[in-house]
């Protein structure tokens, strides 16, 4: 039963070819609940239950084959946000949902839902949010470059004023271009070279209490020595062909963010259905 507009209707339009082509405008053609309401010759209030009632045919999900899967998160807002699995190599979503908050639970969630559907999961590609590794310790997971290359940005930012600082961005950068042997090597020399450096402290007046000085600048290398294991797993696993970042997620959530902007104000669950047909699709 359809809560939106009673269980009639849902019965008489359930199978209607005209709601699929009307929710297509809608969502794809970015035309609002007015402008279909004029184009079609309907009340806008006819044009919102049929967009409500409409169904999108779900194929079966199963593939009884290994896959190499990248998942990852974004909000859309405060305390809404999706949690989206991928399979590059077959340009299918496979798994997503509504959460409140990303956390390891979130996770372990889709990977218990991939396997129980006949997923073979055999790689994973994934951000380094702290705790989320653990969950598929026992695969094959690469650390997307591209969210590695943030967390350093971040502490860095694009121009920093250290040579330190300078230095380990150039190294950050050479990530996607370099292999793992010489990325090894540039962060271990970077390290010995500026070893002293990292140990520099700042006292208060009082001489009681310390901070490191260049506290970002070690935050920022303790992450890409810290994740130094998983950021070359799709070179030392050719077979798999995994890909190094998760750039076909993050392209399907920002088209996500460009096609809601069209439709401000939408509730809840009517902004989910919206999601569900772009992700189906």
Known sequence: MCKECGDTFVRQYKADPWQRILFQEYVFGKQTLNQLATKHGKSVKTIQKHLDCYREVQPNSAIFQPVVIGIDCSFFGRGYGIVL?????????????????????????????????????????????????????????????????????????????TEAGMELKFISDTLTRIDEKMFRELLKNWHEKW??????????????????????????????????????????????????????????????????NNHHGLKRWRRYRFIEAILNG
Request: proline content about 4%; some cysteine.
């Open 85 to 161: 699995t991928r399979c590059p190599q077959l340009r299918r979503n496979l798994y997503w949902k509504e959460i409140t908050t990303e956390n390891k639970a979130v996770y372990e969630e889709a990977r218990r839902y991939l396997e129980a559907n006949g997923f073979s999961i055999q790689a994973v590609v994934l951000d380094a949010k702290h705790g989320i590794k653990e969950v598929f310790s026992d695969l094959v997971v690469q650390i997307c470059h591209y969210h590695q290359q943030q967390i350093v940005g971040r502490y860095l930012t694009t121009k920093p004023k």
């Open 195 to 260: 070893s002293i450096f990292l140990k520099e402290r700042s006292y208060q007046p009082d001489g009681r209490r310390w901070w490191y000085t260049h506290k970002r600048i070690r935050a920022a290398y303790r992450s890409l020595n810290t994740n130094l294991p998983y950021l070359f797993s799709f070179q030392r696993h050719p077979e798999l062909n995994i890909p190094n970042t998760n750039n076909s997620i993050e392209g399907y959530f920002s088209r996500l963010k460009q096609l809601l």
